[in-house]
């Protein structure tokens, strides 16, 4: 089962630079996010998406971009890179559990990517 | 808005030593709250949820009660192990959001534990 693949699992990137980083799922999940996870900070939502061609901001959503033309797919663009955006980058999925109405809902997460801008 | 206070770490205990991670949350409505593990290298895991007050989830000897009245989700295991040494992040969803937001997670700042033989 490969579950939620995050490619790379490292980069580093000058300040300036643009760049793409891929999350697949194979698990027919409607709902999927970008979380960055900062030291203290917990992981905090970049941008989210209920189901393909639907995608919203989260809390921190600026200087990213997001697309999704498939339901397995939901890439994170970084247009500009800042040494702000240093951070390790996790992509989630889950279903929509209707039975439960959504309360038992488990997100399932890639084992993320390491970015560093210099 | 939502949100998620964990207790800041790290915690070192002795193998067999009894754990506590203190979490409470403030919601605007009846959230659903989990217990995420993070392994050194690794993404998060779901290690318990609970879904309604007073649900007590459990799974891996470690366990946590909804407690409405406190809005709190404390993490507790008997006997910790080495292999247990990881993040632990307290975190909730709001269910009747789901369709409209998916299921956006509010997550705590996470709490790291080492365990020492």
């Known amino acids: 089962n490969a579950g939620v693949t995050q490619t790379p699992k490292f980069q580093v990137l000058k300040t300036g630079q643009s760049m793409t980083l891929q999350c697949a799922q194979d698990m027919n999940h409607e709902y999927m996010s970008w979380y960055r996870q900062d030291p203290g900070m917990g992981l905090r939502l970049i941008h989210y998406?209920?189901?393909?061609?639907?995608?919203d901001q989260g809390e921190v959503p600026n200087g990213y971009n997001v697309s999704r033309s498939t339901t397995e797919d939901f890439p994170l663009r970084l247009l500009s890179a800042a040494p702000s955006q240093t951070s390790v980058y996790f992509c989630a999925s889950s279903y929509s559990n209707r039975r439960t109405g959504g309360l038992n809902t488990e997100a399932f997460f890639g084992q993320g990517t390491r970015l560093t801008v210099v | 808005g939502d949100s998620v206070t964990q207790m800041e770490g790290p915690v070192t205990l002795s193998e067999e030593a009894f754990l506590t991670i203190n979490c409470t949350y403030t919601?605007?409505?009846?959230?659903?709250l989990f217990w995420y593990v993070q392994y050194p290298g690794e993404g998060l895991q779901l290690l318990l949820k609970a879904t309604k007050a007073d649900d007590k989830g459990s799974n891996k000897g470690f366990e946590a009660t909804y407690r409405k009245e406190t809005t709190s989700f404390h993490l507790e295991k008997g006997s910790v192990q080495v292999s247990d040494s990881a993040v632990y992040f307290c975190a909730l969803s709001d269910p009747s959001l789901i369709k409209a937001a998916g299921n956006k997670l509010t997550f705590g700042g996470g709490t790291r534990v080492l365990v020492k033989p």
């Open positions: 919601a605007t409505g009846y959230p659903s």
């Open positions: 998406s209920v189901g393909a061609g639907i995608t």
